[in-house]
């Protein structure tokens, strides 16, 4: 598509205003981020911190590698445990379990559209936003403290009865989380226990 290349050209000359890219197209700013998806994923441009370069040869490789370690700890991200970002760009935040993602998620700014991660009994992907967490428990396949995500409540609660923790739903497990990171207990945080 001639659009792209030219798109290339620009960002190569240093164009990295995506609004103004639709502009100067005369098309909308979806068809924009659709061409800049396609050159990302040829690895002829990245996106970084929302700018727009020329990647060099080596960066598809890199971009590779990069999107299969933990986008908080660096850790290399296992499949089951994944805990992925969906944005509404098209991009992906992927963190090696539910501990990282729910440590991340209050520092991603681009509006989210879904979050994913495994179930840890079934290992079926499950929404991330209606999963029940057991944070704390005393099993830690990943990182510690330990989070866990179980798609059914009763599973969590059984969970919690074998290794320990406490079982939370999403929001008030992103809190909790950094309130275990800061106090490395869960005695502290009794308000959100119920
Ligand atoms: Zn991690
Ligand atoms: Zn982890």
């Known amino acids: 598509m001639d659009r792209r290349r030219e798109i290339l ?33 040829e690895g002829l441009i990245i996106r970084k911190y929302g700018k727009l370069e020329v990647a060099n040869r080596n960066v598809k490789e890199a971009k590779d590698k990069e999107r299969d370690k933990c986008a908080f700890c660096q ?6 445990l994944r805990f992925t970002f969906h944005l509404e760009n098209g991009k992906q935040i992927h963190t090696c379990c ?7 998620y209050k520092s991603i700014i681009d509006p989210i559209e879904a979050i994913t991660t495994k179930d840890f009994i079934t290992c079926n992907l499950l929404s991330g936003t209606s999963a029940y967490y ?10 510690s403290p330990s989070a866990l995500a179980f798609s059914r409540k009763e599973d969590a ?5 074998g290794f320990g923790g406490e079982v939370f739903e999403f929001d008030e497990a992103t809190k909790v989380i950094w309130e275990l990171m800061k ?5 502290k945080i009794g308000k959100f226990n119920k």
Do not use: W
Not at 28 to 40: F, G, H, V
Not at 98 to 104: E, F, S
Not at 183 to 187: A, F, H, M, Q, R
């Open 98 to 104: 539910p501990h990282c993602g729910l440590l991340l």
């Open 157 to 161: 609660y059984m969970f919690k009865n």
């Open 134 to 143: 057991v944070l704390g428990s005393a099993a830690t396949p990943c990182c």
């Open 75 to 80: 850790k290399e991200n296992d499949d089951r």
């Open 9 to 41: 050209k620009l960002i190569k000359e240093g164009e990295q205003n995506t609004k103004k890219l639709a502009e100067k197209f005369g098309v909308s700013l979806m068809s924009i981020y659709r061409d800049l998806k396609e050159l990302e994923k």
């Open 183 to 187: 106090y490395g207990s869960i005695l």
